[in-house]
């Protein structure tokens, strides 16, 4: 469960990870009774990545901006989400910029700090170009990995004057332990012009399996939309739908080997029906960057002819959009039967489904 930066920065506060001085004003408030007495950030409360670049914040100087940017940004849709609350926070002087998360290695079955001392850019980009400003530590989760460890961690890497960022990164590993977490980043990690340090923005992300000894019922907003599917968005345009978690991994792989991007992760699971298609399908479909859609079903307990009604259904909605299906296991017959009868393209390799569609775009 991924939570919204203000739920992120809440957290953050309570294992004591300093934020900037910040309040939430959503959709139907009365902006003229804000009070706002100096520079501010306007962030978009959404659950989608790559939101500055998509124009989800803001900067006001004054309470008249401040009344026309949360205006312009709460008419706006951010990758497909609308704005419904924003953050105003206070305007940082920053002199320096670091990158910070802890997430699960799966390779080595363990935590994995990264640091960069290149912060407020896509880590992917700096691990490009820069391989060396990137730190990699696994933490072994039978020791204590205590504020010296991270001392010596980071030492040589930054100035010795700002290694009180390892009282940081302690308090965020305890947060990532005790809340069940599968990432916690801070990107960037500033320092100001007064030499304090905070986290300028916030991504925590809870482990679902956790929910039955966690208090997630605290983070009710973040789970208003129920759906009967593993769903993450991603930044690119090829939907990829499958059904296990391990065939939506692949399937997304070959896209990218095919050099595009995915715009999600979905897994429908096993035994989905025609309604469970449909819902995935128009759930993927209000991303409006998606051009083209893979499915990729390898049917057991699903039934092929259930997963083509599901997609027939949904191409009457969405005409323009590319389809292509790769489709074997229980009732296939009759599932491309549906899909031929609808001229639905699919194949029998996911390899050449997933080409045929991006040839197509």
């Known amino acids: 469960m991924k ?27 009365n902006l ?15 659950l989608v990545g790559g939101r ?25 849709e951010i990758k497909g989400e609308k704005v419904e609350k924003i953050l105003v926070e206070e305007k940082l002087k920053i002199k320096k910029e670091y990158y910070v998360s802890i997430t699960i290695d799966r390779d080595a079955k363990k935590p994995v700090l990264i640091f960069s001392t290149e912060g407020g850019v896509d880590i992917e980009e700096v691990a490009k170009k820069n391989p060396e400003k990137i730190i990699k ?62 986290a300028a923005d916030a991504v925590v992300i809870l482990d679902d399996d956790a929910h039955y000894r966690q208090n997630f019922e605290a983070f009710e907003e973040s789970n208003k939309e129920k759906l009967p599917f593993a769903y993450v968005e991603l930044d690119g345009d090829i939907t990829v739908i499958g059904n296990g978690a ?57 039934k092929c002819d259930e997963v083509a009604k599901g997609i027939v259904e949904i191409l009457k909605e969405h005409p323009n959009v590319k389809f292509s299906v790769r489709m074997m296991g229980t009732n296939e017959e009759l599932g491309r039967k549906i899909l031929e009868e609808n001229n639905i393209y699919y194949e029998t390799s996911m390899e050449e489904a997933a080409k045929k569609l991006i040839e197509n775009l």
């Open 32 to 46: 003229d009774l804000v009070d706002i007495d100096k520079e501010v950030v306007l962030k978009a409360q959404v």
């Open 52 to 76: 500055g670049k998509a124009g989800g914040i803001l900067f006001a100087k004054n309470k008249k901006e401040f009344i026309e940017k949360a205006k312009e940004l709460f008419n706006k």
């Open 137 to 198: 530590y696994h933490i072994d989760v039978l020791k204590p990995f205590l504020p010296y460890k991270i001392r010596w961690i980071l030492d040589g890497k930054i100035p010795s004057e700002e290694l009180a960022i390892a009282n940081i990164i302690y308090n965020l590993y305890q947060l990532f332990k005790e809340k069940d977490a599968t990432l916690v980043e801070i990107n960037p990690l500033v320092i100001t012009e007064d030499n304090k340090i905070y």
């Open 3 to 29: 939570l919204y930066e203000y739920e992120a920065k809440n957290l953050f506060r309570y294992y004591n990870i300093p934020v900037p001085e910040s309040f939430l004003i959503y959709k139907d408030d």
């Open 246 to 302: 391990g065939l939506t991994l692949a399937s997304m792989d070959i896209i990218k080997n095919l050099g595009r991007e995915p715009a999600c992760f979905l897994d429908i699971g096993g035994g989905a029906d025609t309604e469970t298609v449909k819902l995935a399908l128009k759930k993927v479909l209000s991303n409006k960057k998606v051009k083209g859609v893979f499915i990729n079903i390898l049917a057991g307990i699903t």
